[in-house]
């Protein structure tokens, strides 16, 4: 007898993750509507990728330092680790050269 599959309450989360190669920033903002900060990149293709991330308090830091040093002057080549969350990207973590950032961790 074959057994039907059911549902499983406590199964490892299963993250999409994806390593992008950005060219350069573009443009970074808080929208307020979302509680969501935005950096608008360019990827190696030339195609336009916003990348999010959802406000709590222990990012509040992470996302002063984000906007200070991505903003519109743009910062260039480097790769991002992503997460895919639903529709939107989120970033994990910035590999500029041999230099590793965790956006959690290490901001």
């Not at 916003?50 to 260039?76: C, D, H, I, M």
Request: proline residues 3%.
């Amino acid at each position: 007898m074959k057994r039907k599959e059911e549902p499983a309450l406590f199964l490892a989360r299963q993250d999409r993750l994806v390593l992008l190669k950005v060219a350069r920033t573009v443009d970074t903002g808080f929208d307020e509507l979302t509680q969501q900060l935005h950096i608008t990149a360019q990827d190696a293709a030339g195609e336009m990728v916003r990348l999010s991330l959802p406000y709590n308090s222990e990012w509040k830091k992470v996302f002063a330092r984000l906007e200070k040093e991505q903003g519109a002057s743009g910062t260039e080549s480097f790769h991002a680790l992503v997460r895919f969350e639903g529709n939107e990207l989120q970033p994990v973590s910035y590999l500029r050269s041999v230099q590793l950032t965790s956006l959690k961790l290490d901001l």
